[in-house]
């Protein structure tokens, strides 16, 4: 029962992480600052949630002496909250850039930004359910995703580079943060697909 709440409260700091990710994006796409400002006060809750099951991790340690599977469970589990709470942390600075932008992003860099936030968010989610399930196999395919966000990245930073003139320094710079925030997504999630296998 111990173990079972341990994944399932993982788990559910997945979702606020995944959600407060969503939201980010959203803000900035449409300008949104008050979404913005409540998803930097909502990374209070996952920090809370995180340090519950770190310290929930460490209990179960303490109560049932574990070897072997277990004992692995609840260390890949304490490097895994860690690399949520980080996601946590870069919705916040995704949410930062719609508060600092003049405008919300032309449909040229919306749609880099939706489809970066897009393979993030399915990277992070279906690698977060092979490590609920203990699937070594999916976190090893998942992982491969990572490329994908990659070439995306380098993509949104050229046209970024040569195609928008009319937009502020401060807008540019901005936009380049969030390209940067939504790879190191996928990366968290790599992270996350490694300590599942």
Do not use: W
């Amino acid at each position: 029962q111990d173990e079972q709440d341990i994944r399932e409260n993982t788990a559910a700091i997945a979702a606020l992480v995944g959600d407060a990710l969503k939201n980010a994006v959203h803000a900035v796409r449409t300008g949104n600052q008050k979404l913005a400002n409540l998803t930097v006060l909502g990374d209070g809750e996952i920090n809370r949630a995180v340090r519950a099951v770190d310290h929930d991790c460490h209990r179960f340690i303490v109560r049932h002496l574990p070897s072997a599977g277990h004992l692995r469970l609840m260390s890949a589990t304490i490097r895994a909250v860690i690399a949520l709470e980080r996601i946590g942390d870069y919705a916040v600075s995704i949410a930062r850039v719609a508060t600092r932008m003049s405008s919300p992003p032309d449909q040229q860099l919306a749609t880099a930004m939706d489809n970066m936030a897009a393979e993030s968010a399915e990277m992070l989610e279906r690698a977060m359910q092979a490590f609920v399930e203990g699937n070594a196999e999916q976190a090893k395919a998942i992982a491969l995703m990572a490329d994908q966000v990659e070439r995306l990245r380098a993509g949104a930073l050229d046209d970024l580079a040569h195609g928008h003139a009319e937009r502020s320094t401060d807008d540019l710079f901005a936009m380049f943060t969030l390209y940067s925030m939504l790879e190191r997504v996928s990366d968290q999630a790599k992270n996350l697909c490694e300590e599942a296998v």
